[in-house]
C-alpha cells in the first residue's frame, strides 16, 4: 500500500514538471518568418468586405495549438484552441465585432508564440 502511495505522488510530480516545461515553451515569441513556408502575405490574408481574416494553416512547419485576438491594452479578446485541425486548414476569423483599433493576432506552438499586429477599420 506504501508503495502505490509512493508511486502516485511520483507521477504528479513528473506530470506537474512536465506541464510546466510546456506552459514556460509558450511564453516567448517567435518570428512568423523562421516557420512558414511562403511569404507573410500568403499565411495572412484579409477579405475586407466580408470581414474575415484568413489563416493558411498549409504554410507553416509547425502545427498551431491556439489562436487569440488581444487588444491594445492586453486585453483577450477571442482565443480558440486549434491544434485538432488538420494541417492543410485554411482558418476563418470574422472582425465583424471588433472595434476600430489595432490587435494582436497570436498564434501559440509548442516552440512559443507568434504574433501579427492587425488594423480594424
Known amino acids: 500500500m506504501n508503495v502505490s502511495k509512493y508511486l502516485f505522488v511520483v507521477i504528479i510530480a513528473v506530470c506537474a514538471i512536465h506541464s510546466n516545461a510546456q506552459t514556460a515553451a509558450l511564453e516567448g515569441s517567435i518570428s512568423i518568418s523562421n ?35 488581444v487588444d491594445s491594452k492586453g486585453n483577450e479578446i477571442f482565443s480558440e484552441e486549434v491544434w485538432d485541425l488538420p494541417v492543410n486548414t485554411i482558418y476563418e476569423l470574422s472582425t465583424k465585432d471588433l472595434k476600430s483599433g489595432t490587435y494582436h493576432l497570436i498564434l501559440n506552438t509548442y516552440k512559443g508564440n507568434m504574433s501579427k499586429d492587425i488594423e480594424i477599420r
Not at 44 to 61: G, K, L, P, S
Request: aromatic share 20%; charged share 20%.
Open 35 to 69: 516557420y512558414t513556408t511562403s511569404a507573410e502575405s500568403e499565411v495572412f490574408f484579409f477579405d475586407t468586405e466580408e470581414e474575415i481574416c484568413f489563416v493558411d494553416f498549409a504554410n507553416f512547419n509547425l502545427n498551431i495549438n491556439s489562436i487569440l485576438i
